[in-house]
């Protein structure tokens, strides 16, 4: 009898065991990440809330960003036009390479803080940060992919079904989770230690050229490239005539009105100085082109904006003083970031040998 | 062993005690009904790939043919509107099953059904969707960040486009250029709880305006034509 009843627990005992055994004992319980808003900054647009910020996730979207098989023909990821040394632009590239020898019709803007961006590329096309890179991706002339290409295309890799099973809690890949882990690694992408802000908060102080130039942009740039972003993010004509071969009419291609006619949206300043060339087609090849353009190349249209109907009057001081102010905005710790840079490229952030002033 | 007995008979009306809570005792009574859609050129049935003529006597073949359905309603006896929970569906001519949409709704007499042709704007702002609403769905532009509504595509000798296509892709959902649009239906007779919708192409080229394919055969932006092309196929919709 007390044999019997031995038996009957040892049963009982394996029967747990193997239980415990053959369960899927996958626990979801992905990190959080705290995304932090710079002192002074306002609140960010972007709900974190529907779409929060793990470990799990950032790492995910860091794989994407960095992923060539984003592309049709293997090559060509996010990160190969938004460059970490050039803050997430293409370096020294007026237009961008895409796919089979062809160039983007814009120049490929810096990517950073862009939880407090609310609509996404030069024209405000796109309104939420999570869709923006699905239009990179299906553009002939970027990645020239088709989306339902892509996923199958994830789906079969061994990594990415575990990676995704982490972020999101199990094996399922589709657009939404791939967005929303593409964000998640974007939104890491803070720029908000550059030297003006050391100053801003006290730890720094300007010497005399880059304080006049401050107190020059202050009275003559601030009214569109308002701190702390250094952009209103509004969109306007600031007198650039149309080039004969893009025909990029801007603003007015997403709203059809003819009162946005060559607008394009106002570009932050932060990293200006490792971000050229600029303009909405990088017509411009340095910071003193930019300067030149307003003060004496404007085409004043009808749609010019209001605050440039008759350019910008610089001396030939005042330019170099705000370029001494501009150079306060490069952020190093951001361009040298190891959490942000390509896997296997983590100590190649160097600043760029040849800068365009 | 009696003990052990009377503990697991107690569990066993305690965990039986929870799938009888968990029923529908205290939900309001709800029934299922059907909407069945069919496509037609006038009173004759689409059939993709079929040469046929619109109301203008043009020749045409027709080779896709979509629509987002959403945001249903029913009219009760009294007038009342009873929302229900706000669902997407894309309707797509070469998809037998996506023309059969099952509802559930209250188990009350209506003399109408509501719904949006089209995506509102809402969730035209709230990032990437899946489902119906999914950007793989060949509906959402990119570059251009909002649903295309309703998508017809096709040939005819008459379009004076590469392909001799006519390719209307109707989107839009800000202010000023908004293509969703209303749709209310009265309906009379359900048999076997199944409505039966019909949506005349026709009315794509001639209702509140006419739009020729030998003039206009390209619509792929928000703007005044998309406008022309949805206060037509406002009208599409007729019971059956």
């Keep these: 009898m007390r044999f019997t009843k031995a038996i009957w627990i040892l049963f009982i005992i394996l029967i747990t065991a193997a239980g415990w055994v053959t369960a899927d004992n996958f626990i979801f319980k992905p990190k959080p990440v705290k995304f932090i808003v710079p002192k002074g900054w306002p609140q960010p647009l972007y709900d974190f809330s529907k779409n929060p910020l793990t470990e799990e996730g950032i790492a995910l979207g860091k794989k994407l960003f960095y992923d060539g098989r984003l592309s049709k023909d293997g090559t060509i990821s996010c990160g190969s036009c938004h460059q970490q040394f050039g803050a997430f632009n293409t370096f020294d590239h007026p237009l961008s390479h895409g796919f089979n020898n062809s160039l983007t019709v814009r120049n490929a803007p810096g990517l950073f803080n862009l939880a407090w961006q609310k609509d996404f590329m030069w024209d405000g096309g796109i309104n939420h940060l999570d869709l923006q890179p699905l239009a990179p991706i299906t553009n002939e002339s970027e990645m020239a992919e088709n989306i339902e290409t892509v996923i199958s295309k994830l789906r079969t890799d061994k990594e990415y079904k575990i990676m995704f099973k982490a972020a999101f809690g199990d094996e399922m890949i589709n657009y939404l989770r791939m967005g929303k882990a593409l964000s998640q690694f974007m939104l890491q992408l803070v720029s908000s230690n550059s030297k003006y802000d050391k100053v801003m908060r006290g730890e720094a102080s300007f010497i005399l050229p880059e304080q006049l130039g401050y107190d020059i942009f202050k009275k003559k740039c601030i009214s569109c490239h308002t701190e702390p972003m250094f952009t209103d993010y509004s969109y306007r004509n600031t007198g650039l005539p149309v080039d004969p071969f893009l025909k990029d009419m801007g603003r007015m291609k997403i709203t059809g009105n003819p009162a946005d006619s060559l607008k394009f949206k106002v570009p932050s300043l932060r990293n200006v100085a490792v971000s050229f060339p600029y303009g909405h087609d990088g017509r411009f090849f340095s910071m003193m082109s930019v300067m030149e353009h307003y003060r004496k190349s404007m085409v004043i249209g009808p749609t010019t904006d209001s605050l440039m109907r008759n350019r910008l009057p610089l001396s030939n001081f005042e330019i170099g003083q705000l370029t001494a102010f501009l150079m306060t905005l490069t952020d190093s710790s951001f361009l040298k970031d190891k959490r942000f840079a390509e896997p296997g490229f983590e100590n190649n952030g160097k600043a760029p040998a040849d800068l365009h002033q | ?240």
């Design chain 2, 1 to 240: 062993m009696r003990k052990l007995a009377a503990i697991i008979f107690l569990s066993l009306v305690w965990v039986g005690g929870f799938c009888f809570s968990n029923s529908d005792i205290s939900l309001p009574a709800s029934k299922k009904i059907t909407l069945v859609f069919h496509n037609s050129i006038g009173k004759e049935e689409l059939v993709l790939g079929n040469r046929t003529q619109n109301i203008l006597g043009e020749n045409m073949t027709v080779q896709k043919f979509k629509y987002y359905i959403s945001n249903f309603s029913i009219i009760d006896l009294t007038g009342k509107s009873v929302v229900l929970p706000v669902q997407y569906f894309l309707v797509d001519e070469a998809d037998t099953a996506s023309k059969i949409i099952t509802l559930t709704i209250p188990d009350i007499s209506f003399t109408k059904i509501e719904f949006l042709l089209g995506v509102d704007s809402m969730r035209n702002v709230s990032g990437i969707q899946t489902g119906a609403l999914d950007p793989g769905k060949g509906m959402f532009w990119t570059w251009n960040s909002g649903y295309i509504m309703a998508k017809l595509e096709g040939e005819s000798p008459l379009a004076n486009a590469a392909g001799n296509r006519f390719t209307y892709h109707i989107g839009g959902f800000r202010f000023g250029v908004n293509t969703v649009r209303k749709i209310s239906l009265a309906v009379t007779a359900i048999q076997n709880n199944e409505i039966h919708i019909n949506a005349d192409l026709n009315q794509w080229f001639k209702s509140k305006n006419e739009l020729r394919i030998a003039e206009t055969n390209t619509c792929h932006t928000p703007g005044p034509l998309a406008i022309k092309f949805a206060d037509n196929y406002a009208n599409m919709f007729s019971i059956r």
